[in-house]
């Protein structure tokens, strides 16, 4: 495999069970990223949304399947007035979003069958995810069948956990033999935010312990210690540790026992228990969105205000945990849409921390726009500095994909 000569152009595609994500980023010029979605394949009521240079678009679109969708996607990238391309043939290489790698795919890999058979291989371990991932990359094999196709794994960040962090106390053939295991994920945003926070801090990653707070309607902690990924709080699957948006996180495996003697709930009943109707969604009784949650614990509403309280002391033990891990910390990042858009959350989760070195100056953290740029709100005398991160995960699958596109040269 070559790499293409000429200005790099990438496009990066996630592709999900009834959405298409997409971003296109042009090496020459940063500013002309372009970023997309098409929502509800499948389904009555499909529509593209794309904001790039020239603002956003929104158009209604047929319903129809994953051909219809790419189609829909590069008739938009290259709109005379709203797109981007002159012509399909411009892009230079793919990346590829896919969930689980498994043991195997410890970094970003150009794709051939091989790589494809291991992916669908891998679909017991993420059944949701792995299966459509594989189909919107053969589907992209098609349309684009001259330019290298590049696998970016979000379980590939943590593949430098060390055994006593990834091991559960199962017996040790349920690993060996079933590789039931903590893998992690958010791996590009936690590798993406570290890098940022330390170029930011002019200091070089890998002399930094980090534990980095991906806070959104999916949520994980990482330590990062010294450039590596030592623990995480998502584990076999998403559904470990933190209060999520729908998730429970962290669960005595007793309840689900009892709730099957008891109640008799099902093998589907208890995984949408998990996934679907716990979280700040159950807790709350109102939404699993933390801007509504936060809207009503502030008009008094008692149920609102313990979601939150529920979901930013799980985030505070967590660090508590990870400082310990790693005996220390330089930086903490908060990032996602509620770490970066919640100084409410930000404040609790934080909360009591000074013995650790990590003081929140209240006014910097009301005051930080997180979407927009790289916000300091740690006190000057803080030991710990703490920085929201406007996290990128598109941008560190396109680096990948570079990266692996070179390497394969």
Same mark, same amino acid.
């Given at each position: 495999m070559t790499k293409p000569e000429g200005a790099e152009k990438i496009l990066v595609v996630n592709?999900? $069970?009834?959405? =298409?994500?997409? $971003?296109? /980023?042009d090496l020459e010029s940063e500013p002309g990223a372009v970023h997309g979605v098409i929502e509800r394949i499948g389904a009555p009521g499909t529509r593209l949304v794309q904001r790039g240079p020239h603002g956003e678009v929104t158009r209604a679109l047929p319903q129809g399947g994953y051909p219809?969708? /790419?189609?829909?996607?590069?008739?938009?990238?290259? %709109? +005379?007035?709203?797109?981007?391309?002159?012509?399909?043939?411009?892009?230079?290489?793919?990346?590829?979003?896919?969930?689980?790698?498994?043991?195997? /795919?410890?970094? %970003?890999?150009?794709?051939?069958?091989?790589?494809?058979? *291991?992916?669908?291989?891998? *679909? +017991?371990?993420? +059944?949701l995810h792995n299966p459509v991932n594989a189909a919107g990359i053969r589907e992209a094999r098609r349309v684009f069948p001259a330019v290298p196709h590049v696998a970016v794994f979000d379980t590939s960040f943590h593949h430098t956990l060390p055994p006593h962090a990834y091991l559960y106390g199962l017996p040790y053939a349920y690993y060996e033999q079933k590789g039931i295991r903590r893998y992690g994920f958010h791996g590009m945003s936690h590798g993406y935010v570290s890098l940022a926070a330390a170029q930011h801090l002019g200091r070089d990653a890998g002399e930094l312990a980090i534990v980095s707070c991906h806070l959104g309607n999916g949520a994980s902690l990482c330590a990062i210690d010294h450039g590596r990924s030592v623990d995480t709080s998502m584990g076999f699957t998403p559904g470990e540790g933190l209060i999520m948006g729908t998730r429970c996180g962290d669960l005595d495996p007793g309840v689900? =026992?009892?709730?099957?003697?008891?109640?008799?709930?099902?093998?589907?009943?208890?995984?949408?228990? =998990? !996934?679907?109707?716990?979280?700040?969604?159950?807790? $709350?009784?109102?939404?699993?969105?933390?801007?509504?949650?936060?809207? *009503?614990? &502030? *008009?008094? !509403?008692?149920?609102?205000?313990? %979601?939150?309280?529920? /979901?930013?002391?799980?985030?505070?033990?967590?660090?508590?945990?990870?400082?310990?891990?790693? &005996?220390?910390l330089d930086v903490l990042i908060f990032t996602g849409g509620i770490g970066q858009g919640s100084a409410g959350v930000r404040s609790l989760a934080t909360l009591g921390l000074e013995c650790m070195g990590i003081q929140l100056d209240a006014q910097r953290n009301r005051d930080a726009r997180g979407f927009d740029r790289i916000c300091p709100?740690?006190?000057? %005398?803080s030991r710990v500095k703490i920085l929201v991160v406007p996290t990128n995960e598109e941008l560190m699958i396109a680096r990948e994909t570079l990266r692996a596109v070179a390497a394969a040269a």
């Open positions: 592709s999900g $069970s009834s959405s =298409l994500k997409y $971003s296109f /980023f219809e969708a /790419f189609a829909a996607m590069l008739r938009e990238l290259s %709109a +005379p007035g709203t797109g981007v391309l002159r012509d399909a043939a411009e892009i230079t290489m793919v990346g590829h979003r896919v969930v689980h790698g498994g043991e195997r /795919f410890a970094e %970003a890999v150009v794709i051939d069958d091989a790589v494809l058979r *291991a992916i669908d291989e891998l *679909a +017991p371990l993420a +059944p689900l =026992l009892h709730l099957q003697r008891v109640d008799g709930l099902s093998d589907a009943q208890a995984e949408e228990l =998990l !996934n679907e109707r716990s979280g700040l969604l159950g807790l $709350s009784g109102i939404s699993s969105d933390m801007r509504e949650i936060e809207q *009503a614990a &502030g *008009a008094g !509403n008692r149920r609102a205000l313990l %979601a939150m309280q529920a /979901f930013s002391y799980r985030v505070r033990k967590y660090i508590g945990a990870y400082v310990a891990a790693m &005996g220390g709100i740690s006190t000057d %005398a």
